[in-house]
């Protein structure tokens, strides 16, 4: 299984994007996607994931923000992030739980410029 993130950019506070990532491959039932996200010299921290059943979590940093959502072959991630914020200037990186199995992707740049 590989999965494949993009959507990432630069931006300016107030803006939005919308990152992807979508998982090829075959694969087992799947349990959880979600996106962390890390800066430089910091642990990667969460950010925001959804079950099988659609239900979501996220970062209170994030909350009133950022909406993650899953395609209906439950095969790509989304996640759209409104009213950015420098401070959410990271790499971004999506994970899925298929089976007892996690993936990852290969990460993409969020810089928010003020």
């Known amino acids: 299984v590989q999965l494949q993130a993009s959507g990432g950019g630069l931006v300016q506070a107030g803006g939005s994007l919308r990152l992807s990532c979508a998982a090829s491959?075959?694969?087992?039932?799947?349990?959880?996607m979600g996106w962390y996200r890390q800066v430089p010299g910091e642990q990667r921290s969460m950010v925001a994931a959804?079950?099988?059943?659609?239900?979501?979590n996220y970062a209170d940093s994030v909350k009133d923000r950022f909406t993650i959502s899953t395609d209906s072959a439950k095969r790509t991630v989304f996640l759209q992030m409104n009213s950015l914020k420098p401070d959410d200037t990271a790499v971004y990186y999506c994970?899925?739980?298929?089976?007892?199995?996690?993936?990852w992707g290969q990460g993409t740049q969020v810089t928010v410029s003020s």
């Open positions: 959804i079950s099988s059943a659609g239900d979501s």
């Open positions: 994970y899925a739980l298929y089976g007892r199995q996690y993936y």
């Open positions: 491959g075959r694969v087992l039932r799947l349990h959880a």
